[in-house]
């Protein structure tokens, strides 16, 4: 197995400043539909929007699974990417305090095979039922031309409600407690990357240090936080999706502020520290693509039992951003 060097998101195919740049020219147009019952914009994990009469705010996200399903078509493993999708989804209308009430999805193939779709749709119920929420339908295309046969894609959309009657959430303030929540591993972000540092392996090749085969680490399904976010007191939450650590943490954060995050205050899995030496990834480069083993970060006033401490609030002149110790 030979060592890829100097490997990065964007020498793989995706370029998150280009992405962030493109959103920035086009937000006047997105801002411009948007009427008073619009709450916070573009920019927040998930979109809320008023209910008449009090009743409440919807809050909305939706999202795809990436190149992770090249993963799951080369294993021939589906089930877990319908998960993936569910629980992406849920996390992030779960960090507006919302209880999500239905999805809906968006399955399109190059040509359509009766056990994936299975497979994919299975997934999504179970999901669906794991997280209190109902699939109420989607749409199913065949696009030979778009989609190589034996490709497909997956995306969908989460509502949820939040509760006129929820207790309004405090302020973030200087000193304020960051906390970790472990993800279940890579999640479904970085996959393009990740694909890159082990096109030459076998997905069922086990690595020492992993102890079971590459394909199965690769496609542990992305971990919803719905139980935590409705139990724990927490004043602001970062989904750690795509853009990692580097780019999610200060979602949460408002103006003045940075998150000051101690690097030794959890431990990182070990599928990241493969993908760093194998692909010889730089450390930022690792922190603005992938979660490093945290799934979603907290802001609390206190430390939660249970869970690391991984950093503080800071003050910070300028732009909100994470400072790495």
């Known amino acids: 197995m030979t060592q890829k060097e100097g490997l990065s998101y964007a020498a793989a195919g995706v370029d998150v400043a280009a992405y962030s740049s493109m959103l920035e020219r086009v937000k006047p147009l997105i801002n411009a539909t948007h ?3 619009v709450m916070n914009g573009v920019g927040p994990f998930a979109g809320l929007y008023e209910l008449p009469g009090g009743a409440g705010f919807l809050a909305a996200s939706a999202d795809g699974v990436g190149t992770k399903i090249k993963v799951a078509i080369a294993s021939g493993r ?8 569910v629980n992406h989804c849920v996390n992030d209308v779960a960090t507006a305090g ?9 399955f399109a193939a190059g040509k ?3 056990g994936v779709y299975e497979e994919v749709v299975a997934g999504l119920c179970e999901a669906c039922l794991a997280n209190g929420l109902a699939l109420l339908g989607g749409e199913t295309a065949e696009m030979p031309g778009v989609y190589a046969l034996g490709d497909y894609d997956l995306a969908g959309f989460v509502v949820g409600l939040v509760d006129p009657e929820s207790p309004q959430r405090p302020p973030v303030q200087i000193g304020d407690v960051l906390v970790g929540l472990p993800s279940s591993g890579l999640h479904t972000n970085g996959f393009s990357l990740v694909r890159k540092v082990f096109e030459d392996v076998a997905l069922d090749y086990v690595f020492p240090n992993l102890g079971r085969p590459l394909g199965e680490e690769l496609l542990e399904p992305h971990r919803s936080y719905l139980k935590e976010l409705s139990a724990l007191p927490w ?4 989904h750690v999706t795509g853009g990692g650590l580097l780019e999610n943490v200060p979602r949460a954060l408002p103006e003045g502020c940075a998150a000051e995050l101690d690097r030794s205050a959890w431990r990182v899995p070990e599928i990241f520290e493969l993908v760093a030496g194998r692909g010889d ?10 979660n ?6 907290l802001v609390a006033a206190e ?23």
Not at 98 to 106: I, K, T, V
Not at 281 to 290: K, P
Not at 314 to 323: L, N
């Open 78 to 85: 589906h089930r877990g990417i319908g998960h993936d999708l």
């Open 235 to 238: 004043k602001a939450a970062a």
């Open 98 to 106: 919302a209880r999500p009430l239905f999805m809906l999805d968006y």
């Open 112 to 114: 359509l095979d009766r």
């Open 292 to 297: 490093m083993g945290l799934g979603l970060v």
């Open 303 to 325: 430390p939660l039992e249970g869970y690391p401490v991984v950093g503080r609030v800071v003050e910070q002149a300028g732009s909100r951003r994470v400072i790495l110790r």
């Open 35 to 37: 009427g008073p019952a």
């Open 281 to 290: 990834v730089e450390e930022d480069e690792m922190f603005g693509t992938f």
